[in-house]
């Protein structure tokens, strides 16, 4: 079955990097675009970034030029660079295939000094 598993999350200081990753396994990703969103306490779920098939990527106002997006087909892998990470960057981040009902367990970033 397809699964999508996210790592890299923790506990961080202001200004500070983290990379997540999510390892796809079950489905080819290749030809799909894939996105990352996240979710704080209280908020609604919201779309982050996105890389499509042919490695066109796209990002939220909120995180454009403080976070990339990558994806490595062969491995299966989806990457996310968070830099100039503040406060409000905190939330649980997921992995999700775009336009597919397949979704990541989470990955808890805390941005906190």
């Known amino acids: 079955q397809v699964q999508l598993v996210e790592s890299g999350g923790g506990l961080v200081q202001p200004g500070g990097s983290l990379t997540l990753s999510c390892s796809a396994s079950?489905?080819?990703?290749?030809?799909?675009?894939m996105e990352w969103y996240r979710q704080a306490p209280g908020k609604q779920r919201e779309l982050v970034a996105q890389?499509?098939?042919?490695?066109?990527?796209d990002y939220s106002d909120s995180v454009k030029g403080r976070f990339t997006i990558s994806r490595d087909n062969g491995r299966r892998r989806v990457y996310l660079q968070m830099n100039s990470l503040q406060p409000e960057d905190t939330a649980v981040y997921y992995c999700?295939?775009?336009?597919?009902?397949?979704w990541g367990q989470g990955t808890q970033v805390t941005v906190s000094s």
């Open positions: 999700h295939i775009a336009a597919s009902t397949f």
């Open positions: 079950g489905i080819t990703i290749s030809p799909r675009a």
């Open positions: 890389v499509t098939s042919g490695f066109t990527t």
